[in-house]
C-alpha cells in the first residue's frame, strides 16, 4: 500500500503547483465572477477513486475550500464516516490566511472521534471523524487531505463538485483508476464532452474536470440537484462485499447478488407455520389471505434497526424475527415473505429509494441506488404492495414514503424494475364539511368533518399511531390557526383499505373569529382550508419548477350568523385555471347562513422556468382568494354615525 | 427548607396510616415474578391517554468499599412497564448512560430482560440474551451508552429489566426521578450511605411522598488495595449507616408546556451532592461554604489556576487591543470584541475548563466555560478588574442560593469593573453586545468567584424588551395610497433579525416581510434597516409600501399593518405549571392616516384598556382619534412581571385574547357620496 500512496502525493502536490501558481491559496487569485453569491468558493478538490480489486478500493479526497464569510461556514470542516466496509486511513488539514500564508496545520489529537450510530437504528457500527480549525476572521482557507480504504466493492462514490447552493468552484477533478482488465460504469448529468483517458502502470485513469463554476442560489420547486449542475455516478461491473461477489452489468445481475444474499433465510420456526396454516388454509381470496397474514405479522413484530457489518446488507433470517419479533425493512420483508411462502403465496423482495419526494433512481444505471426494502405480491394481473416496517398500515398501501416510483423486484434471475403505486389527484383527496354558528360574541362554534384519503391521509396516520392522545390533543390545540379557541373534542377513524381514508371530526370553539367594528362584522368564509403557498415575486427565475404530488381538497362550509345583519360586501366567486392547478370558489349569503364552497386542485409536472411568473400569480391569487372576508352591516343602523 | 418539614411531616400520616393497615409498604413486583393478574391492572384512574405505564420502578444505591483502596458507588436498578399500544413501543428500547474518564469507566453488570405476553390465557416470557444483545456505543471521550431492546413486544405486553452500575465516581451518586414520561404506579429509590461520607440531599416537585423512611444500623466495610502494592493490603472495619427509602405512588407522567424556562424544574426528583468526608476518613469538607469554594475553584485548574498566572503567551494579542486605548471601558471593549469574534462557542453548557486557557486560544474554541474564563484572563491581563461570574441558565433550571452545588450551574459569564461601573460580558455567543446577556442567563442567583463569593442576582423581571413602531399612511400625488414604516424591536428580536440575516442576508429578511403582508400591500420599496452591525443597540426597520385599491367605494385597513397579535401567545385552555416569560414587555405601536381625498369616515374601531390585576402589571391600552382628517392610534402592551401562577393563566390567556381581538378590527372609509 505505501508506494501507490506515495505516488498519489506526489501527483497532487505537482497538481495543485501547477494550478495555483506558488501554491499560494491567497483570496485575491479568486475570479471575480466566482465571488457572486458565494459564501464559500472551492479553490480546488482532486478525488481519486482507484480499484485495487474487486474486494477493495481506495480513494484519495484533496480539497481546499475558502470561507468567505460566515454563512459558509458549513463547509469549513472535515467530517467523515467509517464503518466495517470503509477505513478511514488519514488526514492532514492546514489552515490559510487570506494571502493563502500557511496558519497552521492539523494535529492528529486534535481530531475528534465520535459515535455515528443513526437515529433511527439501535445499533450499526458507524463512526465519525471530525475536525474543525475554528478560524473566524474571514476570508480564510482550509485543506484537507484524506485517503479512505473501501472493503468492498458495492458502491463507488458520485461527483458532484457543487453540491450546494452559494458555493463557487475554481476547479474540480475526479480521477478513477482502474485495473485495465477492470470496466467500471458512469453516468453524467451536466457535463460537457467526455472525459480524458489515459494510461499509467498497467491503469486505466479516466478523468473528468470541471473549472469556473459561479455560484447559484436555490429556489423553491426546482429540479434535483443532480438536474441543474454538473454530477457524475459511477458503478461497478465486478463486485464483492464479504465473501458475496457479483456485478452490475444489469439489473437481472444486480438482483442476483441480492437474491443470494437472502437465499436460504426464509426458514420459520414451526410454531410460526403452524400459525400460519391456522389462520389462512381454507380461505380462498388470496388478497384476504395476504391482508390476514400481514396483520398478523404487523401485530408480532416492530421495526428495530441493527447494522452491523455483512448485516447492512443481508437480512437477519426469518427464524431470528419470529424469535426475537422484530428486524429492520430487510428482516421484516423477508419475514413477511416466509410466512407468504409458507402459505403458498410467492412475493417479492424489492428494493425502493425511499422518501417523501425524493430523486427518482437512474432506471437506465443499474446500481445501488435503493434504501429500503418492501414486499410486492402478484395477485392476478394484480400487485399487494406491502410495507412491512410499518405496524400500522393497511395491506396493500403504500405511503409517501415508497409510493410514485420505481423498485426492483428481486427474483433469482428475473429481477426488474417495476413501479409502485401512482397516486393522483383521483386518490390523494381531502373532503371537508364545516357547519358553524357565530354568536352575538363574535364567537364561532365550529364541527368540522374531513375525509383524508391517500397521501393525504399519511400525515394524520403517523399521529394518531404513533403520538399519544395527549400529544394530539396538545398538537390541535396550538397549531390551528385562529387567535384564541379551544378544542372541545377531536376523533379519529380510519377506514383500512388499499387507499385509505382517515376522518377527522373536530368541535371547535373559537373566540372572536369575527371582527366587529361599530355596526360592522368582518368574517372570512374560509375558516378552516387556508393555502398558504406563496412565492416570492420579483425573483429572477432560472430553473423549472416542478411540483411532486397531485391533489384534490374540496370545501364546503355553512355559517349561521346572528340575526338582523345585511352583506355590505360579499366576495365574488372566483375560478382560475392553470398549468399548475385549478381553483375555485364561492361565497352565498342565504338569509342569516353563510354558504361556502371551496375546490382546490394541484397537478405534479415539471414547468419551464418562463412559467414562472405565472406560477406567482396563481397561487398568490389563490391565497388571496382564501383570505377573502364577508362584510356584514347591522340592518337599522346604516344610517347612523358610529362615533 | 420549610418543604422539608413538610416532607417529613407528611411520612408520619402516612405512615401511622398504614399501621392502620389497608394501603401497601412494598410493591408486588419483583423480577421474575409475575401472574395472570399482573396483566389485569387498571390504570384509568391514572392517565387514560398513557401508552405505557410503569408499574414499579425501583432504585438502590449503596457505597461499599472497593479493591482501589477506596469506595465504589453500586447502583441497582429493576422496572417493570406495560406496554399499552404501538406508541409506546418506545419503551423497550433501554439506554443506559455511563460515564467515563480516561481508562476508569463505569460498568454496566447483571443485565436481565424479559417480555411477557398473555397467550391463550397463560403468561409466556422471552427473555433477553443479555450476552450479545446489549450494545455499547462510545459517544465521545466522556459519555458511553449501553443500549438494549425487547423482543417480542406487542401491545399489551409487560417488560421488565434489572440491572447494576459501578461506578469509582463518588460524587455521581444517581439522582432518582419520580417523574417521567408514562405515569407509574410505584417509584421508590433507596440509599444505603455510610455516615463516613456526607451527602446534601435535595428535593423538589410537586409531587408527595407516600412513604419516607430513614433507619440507622451497623455496617462492615472492607476496602482492599490490590494496586499501590505489590502484595495486597486490606481493611476492614465498622461503621453507621443510614438506609433512606422514599416512595411516591401513581404519579402522573410530565407534561410538556410553552413557557415554561425548563421542564426539570418542575420533576417531581431527589438528588444528592457530595459535601464531606467524615471519620474514620480522613475529615475533609468536599462541599464548603460559598467563600471556600470560591477559594478552591480559583486555585483549580479546572477552573481559575490560570486567571493569575503571568499568561505572557496572549501578550501578542492583548497588546494591541489596548495600546493607545485610555478608558478602561474601551479596553475591555476591545478585547470582548476579539475574543466574541475570533472564538467558536462549541457547548453553552459548562462550568470548568476540560482545557488549559493556553490550549483554548490556540484551538480558538471551547465551552462557555473556556471562552469566557479566557475573556476574564485577557482583561486581567490588561490590568482591568475581571472576574468570572458562574450560574445556571433558565433552560439548565434553578440553582440554591446558599448550597454550593457546582453540579447545578451550567454556565460561566465574565465581570468586569471598570469606570467604577459593573458590566457584564459573554463572548460566547456571536452578534451578543457588550454588556449584554442572553435572557437564559437571567434566571436568579449567580455568584462571582472571587475571594469574597459575591452573590448576585440576574431576575427576568429586570431584563426589559422594548419595542417602538411607528406607522404613517397618507395619499400621494398620484392618488395611491402609501405608507412609511419604521420600528426598534427590542433587543433580543433585534438579535434574532441580526442572525437571520447572516444566515440569509438583508434581501430575504424583507422578501418575507413582503410576503407576510396580505393581499392589502401592493409593494414595498425603500427598504433599509440601520444599526446591524452596532451590537450593543436595537436595529432599526424603514421601509414604505404602496396599498393595494379596489376601486370599490368603501376602503377597508386594518391599522396594525401585520404587526401585533394574529395568534394568542397562551394557546392551550389548560396549564399545569406557572408561566415564566424571558423578560419584561414594553411595546407601543403608533399609527395615523390621512384620509385619501373624496373618502370620509365611516367607522373606527373604539378605544379600549385592558389591565391584567390591580397592580397594572399587564396593560394594554388602544387609544384611537380622529381629528382634522387623520385618524391616529397609539397602542401599547406592557408586561412588568415575568412569572404568572398557574391560577393567573387564566387571566392571562383572556388578556391576550382582547388584545388579539382588538388588534383585528378595522377601519372603514366610505367614498364621500
Request: charged letters at 25%; aromatic letters at 12%; a neutral charge.
Amino acid at each position: 500500500m505505501k508506494k501507490p500512496c506515495l505516488l498519489i502525493y506526489l501527483i497532487i502536490f505537482f497538481d495543485s503547483l501547477s494550478f495555483a501558481g506558488d501554491g499560494d491559496y491567497a483570496v485575491s487569485k479568486i475570479p471575480q465572477v466566482l465571488l457572486k453569491n458565494a459564501d464559500a468558493v472551492v479553490r480546488l478538490q482532486e478525488v481519486r477513486f482507484q480499484v485495487n480489486n474487486t474486494r477493495e478500493a481506495t480513494e484519495w479526497n484533496h480539497y481546499v475550500i475558502t470561507i468567505m464569510k460566515e454563512s459558509g461556514e458549513t463547509s469549513s470542516g472535515f467530517a467523515d464516516y467509517y464503518d466495517k466496509m470503509r477505513d478511514i486511513l488519514s488526514v492532514e488539514g492546514i489552515l490559510y490566511d487570506s494571502n493563502g500564508r500557511i496558519i497552521k496545520k492539523m494535529k492528529s489529537k486534535d481530531m475528534e472521534d465520535i459515535s455515528g450510530v443513526d437515529d433511527n437504528s439501535l445499533m450499526d457500527d458507524s463512526r465519525v471523524k471530525r475536525h474543525n480549525f475554528y478560524y473566524k476572521a474571514y476570508p480564510y482557507t482550509i485543506e484537507y487531505t484524506e485517503v479512505i480504504r473501501y472493503r468492498n466493492t458495492l458502491f463507488f462514490p458520485a461527483w458532484m463538485p457543487q453540491n450546494d447552493e452559494k458555493i463557487s468552484v475554481e476547479f474540480s477533478q475526479f480521477s478513477m483508476i482502474c485495473p485495465e482488465e477492470y470496466k467500471f460504469r458512469f453516468r453524467s448529468f451536466n457535463y460537457p464532452g467526455e472525459p480524458e483517458v489515459s494510461t499509467d502502470k498497467g491503469k486505466v485513469v479516466t478523468r473528468w474536470s470541471v473549472h469556473d463554476l459561479p455560484a447559484f442560489l436555490e429556489e423553491p420547486n426546482s429540479p434535483y440537484q443532480n438536474e441543474i449542475t454538473p454530477c457524475i455516478y459511477f458503478a461497478p461491473t465486478d463486485f464483492q462485499v464479504d465473501n458475496y461477489s457479483g456485478n452490475m452489468n444489469s439489473w437481472q445481475d444486480f438482483g442476483r447478488f441480492v437474491y443470494a444474499l437472502k437465499q436460504g433465510r426464509d426458514v420459520l420456526p414451526d410454531n410460526v407455520k403452524t400459525k400460519v396454516h391456522q389462520l389462512s388454509d381454507g380461505i380462498t381470496d388470496i388478497k384476504k389471505k395476504i391482508q390476514i397474514l400481514y396483520e398478523y405479522m404487523q401485530k408480532h413484530t416492530r421495526y428495530v434497526s441493527i447494522q452491523l457489518g455483512i448485516g447492512g446488507w443481508q437480512p437477519f433470517d426469518a427464524t431470528y424475527v419470529a424469535n426475537k419479533g422484530y428486524g429492520d425493512c430487510k428482516a421484516l420483508t423477508n419475514y413477511m415473505y416466509s410466512i407468504l411462502k409458507e402459505a403458498g403465496i410467492p412475493s417479492f423482495y424489492t428494493l425502493v429509494k425511499a422518501g417523501r419526494n425524493s430523486r427518482p433512481i437512474l432506471d437506465d444505471f443499474p446500481s445501488q441506488q435503493f434504501n429500503h426494502v418492501i414486499l410486492s405480491v402478484p395477485v392476478s394481473g394484480d400487485t399487494v404492495w406491502l410495507e412491512c416496517t410499518s405496524q400500522t398500515l393497511p395491506s396493500g398501501y403504500l405511503s409517501d414514503f415508497t409510493c410514485n416510483r420505481k423498485a426492483l423486484l428481486i427474483n433469482e434471475n428475473e429481477s426488474k424494475l417495476i413501479h409502485t403505486p401512482v397516486y393522483g389527484l383521483n386518490e390523494n383527496t381531502m373532503i371537508r364539511k364545516v357547519s358553524a354558528v357565530l354568536d352575538e360574541n363574535e364567537t364561532l362554534k365550529v364541527k368540522s368533518v374531513t375525509d383524508y384519503r391517500a397521501m393525504q391521509e399519511d400525515k394524520l396516520h403517523q399521529m394518531i399511531h404513533y403520538l399519544s392522545k395527549e400529544k394530539i390533543k396538545q398538537n390541535l390545540r396550538e397549531q390551528l390557526d385562529f387567535g384564541t379557541y379551544e378544542v372541545n373534542s377531536f376523533d379519529y377513524t380510519e377506514e383500512l383499505s388499499s387507499l385509505p381514508v382517515m376522518q377527522e371530526t373536530l368541535d371547535l370553539t373559537v373566540s372572536n373569529y369575527a371582527s366587529a367594528t361599530g355596526k360592522r362584522l368582518f368574517i372570512m368564509p374560509n375558516i378552516m382550508t387556508r393555502s398558504s403557498r406563496k412565492f416570492g415575486m420579483n425573483e429572477e427565475r432560472k430553473y423549472d419548477i416542478v411540483f411532486h404530488a397531485e391533489y384534490r381538497d374540496i370545501d364546503s362550509a355553512e355559517i349561521l350568523i346572528p340575526d338582523g345583519y345585511k352583506a355590505e360586501s360579499v366576495p365574488r366567486p372566483v375560478t382560475i385555471e392553470s398549468k399548475f392547478g385549478k381553483y375555485s370558489n364561492s361565497v352565498i349569503l342565504e338569509g342569516n347562513k353563510i354558504v361556502y364552497y371551496r375546490l382546490v386542485e394541484q397537478y405534479s409536472g415539471r414547468f419551464p422556468a418562463k412559467e414562472y411568473t405565472d406560477a406567482v400569480r396563481f397561487y398568490d391569487n389563490i391565497y388571496q382568494a382564501d383570505r377573502s372576508k364577508v362584510v356584514l352591516v347591522k340592518n337599522n343602523s346604516s344610517d347612523q354615525k358610529s362615533f | 427548607m420549610s418543604s422539608k418539614t413538610y416532607c417529613i411531616l407528611f411520612a408520619f400520616c402516612t405512615l401511622s396510616l398504614f399501621s392502620a393497615g389497608q394501603q401497601p409498604t412494598q410493591t408486588d413486583a419483583k423480577y421474575g415474578k409475575i401472574a395472570v393478574a399482573d396483566f389485569n391492572i387498571n390504570l384509568n384512574s391514572l392517565d387514560s391517554n398513557a401508552d405505557a405505564v410503569v408499574i414499579a420502578d425501583v432504585g438502590s444505591s449503596q457505597i461499599l468499599g472497593n479493591s482501589k483502596g477506596w469506595f465504589s458507588l453500586e447502583f441497582t436498578r429493576f422496572r417493570r412497564v406495560k406496554i399499552l399500544n404501538k406508541s409506546g413501543y418506545d419503551a423497550a428500547n433501554v439506554e443506559i448512560y455511563l460515564y467515563k474518564d480516561g481508562t476508569d469507566e463505569e460498568q454496566l453488570n447483571k443485565v436481565k430482560a424479559v417480555t411477557y405476553n398473555m397467550e391463550n390465557g397463560k403468561v409466556s416470557e422471552t427473555r433477553l440474551d443479555s450476552r450479545s444483545g446489549v450494545y455499547k456505543d462510545v459517544l465521545n471521550s466522556h459519555e458511553i451508552v449501553r443500549k438494549f431492546t425487547f423482543p417480542n413486544v406487542r401491545e399489551g405486553s409487560i417488560i421488565e429489566y434489572e440491572y447494576t452500575v459501578t461506578s469509582d465516581f463518588l460524587f455521581n451518586l444517581q439522582p432518582w426521578g419520580f417523574q417521567r414520561e408514562y405515569p407509574v404506579l410505584w417509584s421508590e429509590y433507596n440509599l444505603t450511605c455510610p455516615e463516613f461520607l456526607g451527602y446534601v440531599f435535595l428535593t423538589q416537585g410537586y409531587q408527595p411522598f407516600y412513604l419516607q423512611d430513614k433507619k440507622y444500623r451497623n455496617a462492615r466495610f472492607h476496602v482492599a488495595d490490590n494496586y499501590t502494592s505489590n502484595r495486597s493490603e486490606s481493611l476492614d472495619f465498622d461503621a453507621q449507616v443510614a438506609d433512606y427509602r422514599w416512595v411516591m405512588r401513581n404519579v402522573p407522567a410530565l407534561k410538556e408546556e410553552s413557557f415554561t424556562s425548563t421542564i426539570n424544574n418542575h420533576i417531581a426528583k431527589i438528588s444528592f451532592q457530595l459535601s464531606e468526608y467524615k471519620y474514620p476518613l480522613q475529615t475533609t469538607k468536599v462541599m464548603g461554604t460559598w467563600p471556600e469554594v470560591c477559594d478552591k475553584l480559583l486555585k483549580s485548574d479546572q477552573f481559575g489556576a490560570d486567571l493569575n498566572r503571568n499568561n505572557g503567551w496572549m501578550s501578542d494579542v492583548v497588546k494591541p487591543l489596548i495600546n493607545g486605548v485610555s478608558s478602561e471601558t474601551e479596553k475591555a471593549k476591545n478585547i470582548f470584541n476579539y475574543v466574541r469574534d475570533n472564538f467558536t462557542c462549541t457547548s453553552y453548557n459548562r462550568w470548568n475548563l476540560d482545557e488549559s486557557l493556553k490550549n483554548i486560544f490556540k484551538k480558538k474554541k471551547g465551552s462557555v466555560a473556556e471562552i469566557n474564563l479566557l475573556l476574564t484572563a485577557m482583561l486581567k491581563y490588561a490590568d482591568i478588574n475581571a472576574d468570572p461570574v458562574i450560574l445556571s441558565t433558565r433552560s439548565h433550571g434553578y440553582t440554591y442560593a446558599l448550597y454550593p452545588v457546582l453540579d447545578r450551574f451550567n454556565y460561566v459569564i465574565c465581570m468586569v469593573k471598570a469606570d467604577r461601573k459593573k458590566i457584564f460580558l459573554d463572548a460566547s455567543q456571536p452578534r451578543l453586545g457588550f454588556g449584554r446577556l442572553t435572557p437564559d442567563c437571567y434566571n436568579g442567583n449567580a455568584r462571582v468567584v472571587d475571594m469574597k463569593a459575591t452573590p448576585l442576582e440576574f431576575s427576568a423581571d429586570s431584563l426589559l424588551e422594548k419595542k417602538s413602531t411607528y406607522v404613517f399612511i397618507t395619499q400621494n400625488d398620484k392618488g395611491e395610497i402609501v405608507g412609511k414604516f419604521t420600528q426598534t424591536p427590542g433587543y433580543y428580536e433585534s438579535h434574532t433579525i441580526r442572525e437571520r440575516i447572516k444566515e440569509k442576508g438583508k434581501d430575504d429578511f424583507f422578501q418575507t416581510i413582503r410576503k407576510a403582508y396580505g393581499p392589502g400591500i401592493s409593494e414595498l420599496f425603500n427598504s433599509k434597516i440601520d444599526q446591524l452591525d452596532s451590537l450593543e443597540t436595537s436595529v432599526k426597520i424603514f421601509y414604505e409600501f404602496k396599498m393595494n385599491q379596489d376601486s370599490n367605494d368603501i376602503i377597508y385597513v386594518n391599522p396594525m399593518m401585520g404587526e401585533g397579535y394574529k395568534q394568542n401567545p397562551f394557546k392551550s385552555a389548560e396549564r399545569f405549571y406557572p408561566v415564566e416569560m424571558p423578560y419584561v414587555i414594553d411595546e407601543s405601536y403608533n399609527f395615523s392616516l390621512i384620509i385619501p381625498g373624496g373618502y370620509q369616515i365611516d367607522e373606527l374601531p373604539k378605544s379600549e384598556k385592558v389591565v391584567i390585576d390591580e397592580e397594572g402589571d399587564g396593560q394594554f391600552e388602544y387609544l384611537i382619534a380622529e381629528s382634522g382628517g387623520v385618524i391616529s392610534i397609539r397602542a401599547r402592551i406592557l408586561i412588568k412581571r415575568t412569572f404568572f401562577q398557574q391560577d393567573e393563566y387564566e387571566i392571562l390567556r383572556e388578556f391576550f385574547n382582547r388584545i388579539v381581538k382588538k388588534q383585528s378590527e378595522q377601519i372603514v372609509l366610505k367614498k364621500k357620496s
